[in-house]
T-cell receptor, first 113, second 113 residues
């Protein structure tokens, strides 16, 4: 079955710097890769996603890149702000079925003012 | 905010006791899911339901039970057979059986007295 690893587990950056979180997956058939942000005590929210037929997707300060050959995808946050502080976790899934999601363990990002 | 409502926010269980976590959604979503979140681990699927009166075991169903008598409701019972119930429990839903857009509730923290 699918296995998703995520690194680093914690990340501290200075406000204004960039942050990069990387996930690797094992099942080459996986074709949908979302990223979720979970602020302390709040629900996880989808912030960006990418499908296997695309190499990169960008939404303002957030971007995701996918390398299908190496089976890894990364979240890039530029010009970080204190409100970016949260736990970020990735997932990989095959097809469109919610029960097939496999989640990474999460990265706690701290943006220092 | 609306969408998916989980209650209570905090719950304490005594040894040998069954407890029920509530999950209600007003999104008219067909599929609903229960995940368990432990520190340093990815979300793990407990049970899911794609349609009323039908549900399936996920990866860690032992010690848990669910029901889906109404489209809007998917309660999770943590039974006394679950020996390590302390965790954060997240309910989620998707619009259809084959739709990747997971919408999460705000979670219930269950602790053992």
């Amino acid at each position: 079955g699918e296995n998703v690893e995520q690194h680093p587990s914690t990340l501290s950056v200075q406000e204004g710097d960039s942050a990069v979180i990387k996930c690797t997956y094992s099942d080459s058939a996986s074709n949908y890769f979302p990223w979720y942000k979970q602020e302390l005590g709040k629900r996880p929210q989808l912030i960006i996603d990418i499908r296997s037929n695309v190499g990169e997707k960008k939404d303002q300060r957030i971007a995701v890149t996918l390398n299908k050959t190496a089976k890894h995808f990364s979240l890039h946050i530029t010009e970080t702000q204190p409100e970016d502080s949260a736990v970020y976790f990735c997932a990989a899934t095959l097809g469109g079925y919610g029960q097939n999601f496999v989640f990474g363990p999460g990265t706690r990002l701290s943006v220092l003012p | 905010d609306g969408g998916i409502t989980q209650s209570p926010k905090y719950l304490f269980r005594k040894e040998g006791q069954n407890v029920t976590l509530s999950c209600e959604q007003n999104l008219n979503h067909d599929a609903m899911y229960w995940y368990r979140q432990d520190p340093g681990q990815g979300l793990r699927l407990i049970y899911y339901s794609q349609i009323v009166n039908d549900f399936q075991k996920g990866d860690i169903a032992e010690g848990y039970s669910v029901s889906r008598e109404k489209k809007e409701s998917f309660p999770l019972t943590v039974t006394s057979a679950q020996k390590n119930p302390t965790a954060f429990y997240l309910c989620a839903s998707t619009p259809g059986r084959a739709n990747e857009k997971l919408f999460f509730g705000s979670g219930t923290q269950l602790s053992v007295l």
